[in-house]
């Protein structure tokens, strides 16, 4: 249900956006080509002339950074656990006395698989969180196509270029096959 409304949501920010976007901005639409993605170029002008898109813009910059701190934190720690472990067999390796070096390696692995309960959440909601970035990104990229066609149609309606000339381009080169041929 809650995707539902963020779905509609989403609908309800395109078409607010699309409406806004459409007025008065083919003037700011390069022609020139350029080098960079123009749905991009197009898109970061809708996002400076509309808050909502700028408060979607704000929201996933925010998730990345707090996923990137919250990944850091957890491949820290995880790193950390590893080395212990690592060590850990390292002491237990070496012992003589086959009864002592097995209690060690049961506590090692016993206080693996505790860690590996403990980080279960952690995996399967960075697992979850990986399946909903994916959507993310392909909301994303429907959002910046659907902000950007109107703008785009707009620019192509405002500045299609003069026909005569190419009528008249046309022209004279029929004129000039003809006298061509008569030659």
Do not use: C
């Not at 979850?128 to 910046?144: G, I, W």
């Amino acid at each position: 249900m809650k995707k539902v409304y963020q779905t509609i949501a989403l609908i309800v920010l395109i078409s607010a956006a699309a409406v806004t976007l459409t007025s008065g901005i083919s003037k700011e639409i390069r022609s020139d080509g350029g080098g960079r993605d123009l749905v991009e170029e197009l898109y970061e002008q809708a996002v400076k002339q509309n808050d909502n898109l700028k408060a979607v813009e704000d929201g996933i910059e925010r998730f990345y950074k707090k996923r990137q701190d919250a990944e850091e934190k957890f491949n820290n720690y995880t790193y950390y656990n590893s080395r212990y472990y690592s060590d850990a067999k390292a002491k237990a390796a070496p012992v003589a006395d086959s009864t002592t070096k097995q209690k060690a390696t049961d506590l090692i692995t016993k206080s693996e698989n505790r860690l590996a309960a403990k980080l279960a959440e952690w995996k399967n909601t960075m697992a979850v969180m990986d399946a909903n970035e994916r959507q993310l990104r392909d909301l994303h990229a429907l959002l910046k196509i659907t902000v950007t066609v109107p703008m785009i149609e707009k620019y192509q309606a405002d500045n299609l270029p003069d026909y005569s000339k190419l009528k008249e381009a046309s022209d004279e080169l029929r004129t000039v096959i003809e006298k061509i041929k008569a030659i």
